[in-house]
Antibody
Framework: EVQLVESGGGLVQPGRSLRLSCTASGFTFGDYAMSWVRQAPGKGLEWVGFIRSKAYGGTTEYAASVKGRFTISRDDSKSIAYLQMNSLKTEDTAVYYC????????????WGQGTLVTVSS | QSALTQPASVSGSPGQSITISCTGTSSDVGSYNLVSWYQQHPGKAPKLMIYEVSKRPSGVSNRFSGSKSGNTASLTISGLQAEDEADYYCCSYAGSSTFWVFGGGTKLTVL
C-alpha cells in the first residue's frame, strides 16, 4: 500500500525558514517524481513544485509564487522528499501535501494527509 | 484567483446526475488531454478520481466519468450517493513552464 506521511509543519514567523519532510513507503521511491501541493485555509489547491527521479536528472521545477524561496530535494536511500521553505510570508500559510507524480499521466496519483504551516508573528 | 474556473457549488438529490465544469484556456485544458479530477472530503487529503480527461484509476466507481470539449473539461457523477458529498478539484497540465494548474474547487451537496 502506498503511503506518504508529511512532517515538520508548525508555527513560524515571517521571514524565517522551515523544512518539511515526506516519508514514503509501499513503492520504489526512487522510480518516481514527487511533488508538493498546498491548500491555504478555506481555499483551493495550488501546485508548489516537484522533483524528478534520478533517472530523469533529479531536477526540480517550481511555481512562480515560491521560486527562489522554496527548494525541493530527495533522499532515495531513505525514501524521503523534502521541502525547504525560506523567507516565509504570511501568504504561505497552508496545509502542505506531498504527492507522488505519475509523469506519464501528468497526474498526482497518491497524496499524503498533509501538514499545516502557519506563518504569523 | 485560480487558473481554471469551476462553479463554487452544485447540488443534486440521491440517484440524480450532476456535472461540474472546469474552464481553462488554450494553454492548458485546450492543449493537453491531461486533465485530472480530485475528490476531497472535509479534513482529508485529495483523492484522484479521473486522469487523462476520462480514465478512472482502479477502485474508483464507474459512476464517475470525465470529458472535454475545447477549453472546458467536465466531471459527471451519476447515481448520486450521500458519500459523494465533497469538494471536487480539476487540474490540468499546462506545459513545461507552468506545469500544473488547479481549479478553485466545487462543493457538491447531496440533498
Amino acid at each position: 500500500e502506498v503511503q506518504l506521511v508529511e512532517s515538520g509543519g508548525g508555527l513560524v514567523q515571517p521571514g524565517r525558514s522551515l523544512r518539511l519532510s515526506c516519508t514514503a513507503s509501499g513503492f520504489t521511491f526512487g522510480d518516481y517524481a514527487m511533488s508538493w501541493v498546498r491548500q491555504a485555509p478555506g481555499k483551493g489547491l495550488e501546485w508548489v513544485g516537484f522533483i524528478r527521479s534520478k533517472a530523469y536528472g533529479g531536477t526540480t521545477e517550481y511555481a512562480a509564487s515560491v521560486k527562489g524561496r522554496f527548494t525541493i530535494s530527495r533522499d532515495d536511500s531513505k525514501s524521503i522528499a523534502y521541502l525547504q521553505m525560506n523567507s516565509l510570508k504570511t501568504e504561505d500559510t497552508a496545509v502542505y501535501y506531498c504527492t507522488r507524480v505519475n509523469l506519464l499521466l501528468e497526474t498526482f496519483d497518491y497524496w499524503g494527509q498533509g501538514t499545516l504551516v502557519t506563518v504569523s508573528s | 484567483q485560480s487558473a481554471l474556473t469551476q462553479p463554487a457549488s452544485v447540488s443534486g438529490s440521491p440517484g440524480q446526475s450532476i456535472t461540474i465544469s472546469c474552464t481553462g484556456t488554450s494553454s492548458d485544458v485546450g492543449s493537453y488531454n491531461l486533465v485530472s479530477w480530485y475528490q476531497q472530503h472535509p479534513g482529508k487529503a485529495p483523492k484522484l478520481m479521473i486522469y487523462e480527461v476520462s480514465k478512472r484509476p482502479s477502485g474508483v466507481s464507474n459512476r464517475f466519468s470525465g470529458s472535454k470539449s475545447g477549453n472546458t473539461a467536465s466531471l459527471t457523477i451519476s447515481g448520486l450517493q450521500a458519500e459523494d458529498e465533497a469538494d471536487y478539484y480539476c487540474c490540468s497540465y499546462a506545459g513545461s513552464s507552468t506545469f500544473w494548474v488547479f481549479g478553485g474547487g466545487t462543493k457538491l451537496t447531496v440533498l
